[in-house]
Nanobody
Framework: QVQLVESGGGLVQAGDSLRLSCAVSGRTFSSYVMAWFRQAPGKEREFVAAVGWRGASTSYGDSVRGRFTISRDNAKNTYYLQMNSLKPEDTAVYYC????????????????????WGRGTQVTVSS
């Protein structure tokens, strides 16, 4: 059974940093893109970042580019989201996601390309 478990969320002030982790068990996704999404109350789930299987290629949503960094450790089957210069508008539940197949680079931001999802971790940024 595949499980993705996020951790590292919390309440911080604007300008602070947080590091989210996603621990994966049940299978290895070392050959696949892994991604983070987020969802704020009353809004649709939004693409945050994705990382290629080697960790060298990354993609970011416009609202986080330059502030967030996604990375992965395939040996630990874990991937990360380093979030710097946090803003109140970053407040959301953050989800990690994994696919069951190879995803084209042009589609890494599409939610339905991902089959496996964690339960999410809350990030709240106060002003």
């Amino acid at each position: 059974q595949v499980q993705l478990v996020e951790s590292g969320g919390g309440l911080v002030q604007a300008g602070d940093s947080l590091r989210l982790s996603c621990a994966v068990s049940g299978r290895t996704f070392s050959s696949y893109v892994m991604a983070w999404f987020r969802q704020a109350p009353g809004k649709e789930r939004e693409f945050v970042a994705a990382v290629g299987w080697r960790g060298a290629s990354t993609s970011y949503g416009d609202s986080v580019r330059g502030r967030f960094t996604i990375s992965r450790d395939n040996a630990k089957n874990t991937y990360y989201l380093q979030m710097n210069s946090l803003k109140p508008e970053d407040t959301a539940v953050y989800y990690c996601a994994a696919p069951s197949k190879i995803i084209e680079l042009s589609k890494v931001h599409v939610t339905h390309e991902y089959e496996y999802w964690g339960r999410g971790t809350q990030v709240t940024v106060s002003s």
